[in-house]
Nanobody
Framework: QVQLVESGGGLVQTGGSLRLSCAAS????????MGWYRQAPGKQRELVEV???????TYADSVKGRFTISRDNAKNMVYLEMNSLKPEDTAVYYCYAQGWKNSLQRFTSWGQGTQVTVSS
């Protein structure tokens, strides 16, 4: 099993900043992609930003220029720096990781989610 534990959510005013962190632990041989998805009430879960183990990123247009993803491969951690937050960024943010438990078994894991609320 591979567990993901997020931290750093909370309540912030419009224009404010938050930093999310996520740590992966358990049976890990290699982590390929790590990143963040979010789900607002009544909406489907959507991609926020994902980073590969070589540093390539994919992000939603809605967060371009405001959110920055980074990772520490040695610690199997991923971070999301969120600036210029807007009320529409309010959602539960989920950490995501996929990779290999060993040379034969892949894994895909999700964190339990952390609430981000941006007040207007």
């Amino acid at each position: 099993q591979v567990q993901l534990v997020e931290s750093g959510g909370g309540l912030v005013q419009t224009g404010g900043s938050l930093r999310l962190s996520c740590a992966a632990s358990g049976s890990i041989f290699r982590v390929n992609d790590m990143g963040w998805y979010r789900q607002a009430p009544g909406k489907q879960r959507e991609l926020v930003e994902v980073i590969t183990n070589t540093g390539a990123t994919t992000y939603a247009d809605s967060v371009k220029g405001r959110f920055t993803i980074s990772r520490d491969n040695a610690k199997n951690m991923v971070y999301l720096e969120m600036n210029s937050l807007k009320p529409e960024d309010t959602a539960v943010y989920y950490c995501y990781a996929q990779g290999w438990k060993n040379s034969l078994q892949r894994f895909t894991s999700w964190g339990q989610g952390t609430q981000v609320t941006v007040s207007s």
